[in-house]
């Protein structure tokens, strides 16, 4: 066996316990969140096409868990550097070659890191069957089988060794005598603040800027999405690089301006390696990027798709849905006879009205307008939707005479019912009229459906409408179908809404992909299913809601009354509210490994530096210097490149954010708690300068005062 083996397994116990413990405990934890990564997409969409369709919301949750490993990884490589590097520069001046220090520095490094990649691969082995078998807190079951194969898991192993083994041995490549014989003499090479550290960060800045203008095809935009997480990665890269230049900077004007003796030793530390000092905070930068996006993801889809659930849970109003239980529990066999024609079973009525939080009901009724497509933006709806269009589209029947036509939701009510379906989004609406039709648009002009807003600058006043019956046509009564036979609907013929429209006054920026984008009196469309052969009108396609206020005790008092009929209730988006509930927890999650994480980087590294600055601070002490200064100064420190590197973090991440809200319709834009977040980064960062402080105190010796 080669004696340089020996050497490097001598060398990695010299390190110490910390460098050790932070080694092999890091890669673990690196195992651990790499395997957990390549587990999750499969295990929440075991569907491969629907995890190519989420595919942003998939590199997201594999970015949370991949990228801080990464950094991890990294940086607990380079734990005790300047000690290291001294050492295999001593190794050269005693006539080493270059290759076989690079063969020391890897077995030092490489044996350290295999037992920790081990050791977080059997610790996944352990958590995985947990997980599948009983969910995580918040998210429930996995729908698919939530595990890594057995290429994967060696794969993590070797490559996360193989990552460690070249952090390890970065300083080795350096052939120059002169930068050897330099490193041996002193801790560390100062690498220089080189004018082009801010390039790549204001190419990856200009290029979402640039993105903001740039018109966006809903119908493809991924290059958009992919440009954005491209700019993204680059910017985090730039933002590790700009850091130090501008901790530099302003650590010298703070020096020059300030009169106050921490500060000077705080600064001055910063100045002497303020590489050093921003690589201690490279890893938050990347976690808060990452946590902004996550939350931003997060509450635009609250904004948009559960908007109703979330109101339902809290302030209200909800939608409540009445179902019989004619077979034992499937809620979906029959609604009960409230439907009947006129109106409520007037004895159901009279009880749901005196229940304590009902406001009204709300009938549920399956219509669209069938609006022509512009020509100049699109030749065909999405594949998906109730398309009823040009056969040349997606084989589907046209059942009017434009071409291609989107079937966007409309409402056959009164303008009483309306009102209740509007405020279920806090709208409400004026210039309603119970005998004309209209259209409903926002209060800037523009539609309240997402698909109408984003393809229309204006809908046209005559529309042709279809309903969808909830019951049994009779028989007669010709349905219309897609070539498919499936879709059945019952055109209702045109309407003409002579100009007149229904504006629904509220936030400017709700828009969603239920709300309609037109009103048909109850009583025209009653009329109207008469003239085809539907005796019974309405009731054919009527389902009826209750309204009531938020919370879980109107719902549980309307389901006493619906008891006394032996009917049972439930809001509408209690699933949605569970989906919901389950993609919080998931974006929480993953937004807490960031930015925990990144946090135990810059504790490690700040750690690290700490104990490798004692004799400096054991000089300092025994020159007379007080110790509450030294603690100001080492707060200083680790606090001022942290500070720097969050608030270019959260601005760069707060412009992506709108760059990913232009790809997502408009529903919403993209924000995030910034208040919660800034306290956590915050209270994080001033922990971990607080837990340094100790390490700064050295005891003075006779010998230490004799070397220095």
């Not at 350290?112 to 969910?135: D, W």
Request: with cysteine; hydrophobic share 50%.
């Amino acid at each position: 066996m080669s004696p340089l083996i020996p050497l490097g397994l001598k060398l990695a116990r010299a390190g110490g316990r910390f460098r050790i413990l932070a080694i092999a405990a890091g890669t673990a934890l690196s195992a651990l969140l790499l395997l957990t990564g390549l587990a999750l997409p499969t295990a929440m969409q075991p569907d491969p096409i629907l995890r190519q369709g989420n595919w942003l919301i998939n590199s997201l949750v594999l970015a949370a868990v991949i990228i801080p490993a990464a950094i991890l990884l990294i940086v607990v490589g380079r734990l005790s550097s300047g000690i290291r590097d001294q050492r295999l520069a001593a190794l050269r001046l005693i006539g080493v070659t270059p290759k076989q220090a690079r063969t020391v520095a890897a077995v030092e490094n490489g044996v350290l890191a295999l037992a920790g990649a081990v050791a977080g691969f059997l610790l996944f082995a352990v958590i995985a069957p947990l997980l599948q078998r009983f969910g995580l807190p918040g998210f429930g079951h996995f729908p698919g089988q939530f595990a890594t194969t057995l290429l994967q898991n060696l794969g993590s192993i070797v490559a996360l060794t193989a990552i460690s083994i070249a952090v390890g041995t970065s300083a080795t490549w350096d052939h120059s005598a002169a930068k050897t014989a330099k490193t041996a003499k002193t801790a560390r090479t100062q690498p220089s603040l080189a004018w082009w550290r801010p390039i790549l960060f204001l190419a990856a800045l200009a290029t979402l800027i640039v993105l903001q203008f740039i018109p966006v095809n809903l119908d493809n935009p991924g290059p958009i999405g992919i440009t954005w997480l491209v700019a993204t990665a680059i910017g985090t890269i730039g933002i590790a690089l700009l850091t130090p230049f501008l901790t530099n900077g302003i650590a010298s004007f703070w020096g020059r301006r300030s009169g106050s003796l921490a500060v000077r030793l705080g600064v001055r530390a910063i100045q002497a390696d303020a590489v050093s000092s921003a690589r201690v905070v490279a890893g938050l930068a990347v976690a808060v990027v990452i946590t902004v996006t996550l939350l931003g993801l997060l509450a635009s889809i609250a904004d948009s798709g559960f908007r109703r659930a979330l109101r339902a849970v809290g302030a209200g109003p909800q939608q409540i849905l009445i179902w019989e239980d004619s077979d034992g529990g499937d809620e979906a066999t029959a609604y009960p006879e409230v439907a009947l024609l006129g109106g409520l079973n007037p004895d159901a009525a009279t009880s749901f009205q005196q229940t304590p939080g009902v406001i009204g009901f709300l009938p549920v009724r399956g219509a669209n307008a069938l609006i022509p497509v512009p020509t100049d933006t699109e030749t065909c709806p999405w594949s998906g939707e109730l398309a009823i269009t040009d056969p040349q589209c997606h084989g589907n029947l046209a059942l009017v005479a434009s071409d291609v036509a989107w079937p966007l939701p409309s409402f056959i009510g009164t303008c009483q019912e309306l009102t209740n379906l509007l405020a279920l989004d806090k709208l409400t609406a004026t210039g309603c009229d119970d005998n004309q039709p209209a259209l409903i648009l926002g209060a800037d002009g523009q539609a309240l459906n997402a698909i109408g807003r984003v393809y229309y600058s204006a809908l046209p006043p005559t529309f042709d409408a279809v309903m969808t019956p909830f019951t049994a046509v009779p028989p007669g009564v010709a349905l219309v179908t897609d070539t498919a036979g499936n879709n059945p609907v019952l055109p209702l013929g045109t309407f003409d809404t002579h100009g007149r429209v229904i504006t629904a006054l509220g936030s400017s920026d709700l828009v969603g992909q239920t709300l309609p984008v037109a009103f048909i009196p109850a009583a025209l469309a009653n009329q109207r299913l008469v003239d085809l052969g539907v005796l019974s009108g309405l009731e054919i396609g009527t389902r009826w809601d209750i309204i009531a206020d938020g919370g879980t005790i109107p719902l549980a008092a309307v389901n006493q009354t619906a008891a006394q009929f032996g009917w049972h209730a439930e809001t509408v988006t209690s699933e949605e509210y569970r989906i919901f509930a389950a993609f919080r927890a998931m974006m929480y999650g993953l937004s807490g490994i960031a930015l925990a994480v990144s946090l135990i980087t810059v504790a490690l590294t700040a750690t690290d530096r700490a104990i490798e600055r004692r004799r400096n601070v054991a000089r300092q002490i025994a020159i007379g210097v007080p110790m509450r200064v030294l603690t100001i100064g080492q707060l200083i420190q680790v606090i001022l490149p942290a500070v720097i590197a969050s608030a270019i973090a959260l601005g760069f991440s707060a412009l992506g954010l709108r760059v990913v809200s232009r790809t997502m319709l408009n529903i919403a834009a993209y924000t995030a708690p910034w208040g919660a977040l800034i306290g956590i980064i915050a209270s994080g960062i001033l922990i971990v300068a607080l837990a340094t402080v100790p390490l700064t105190r050295t005891k003075i010796t006779p010998e230490l005062l004799r070397r220095e």
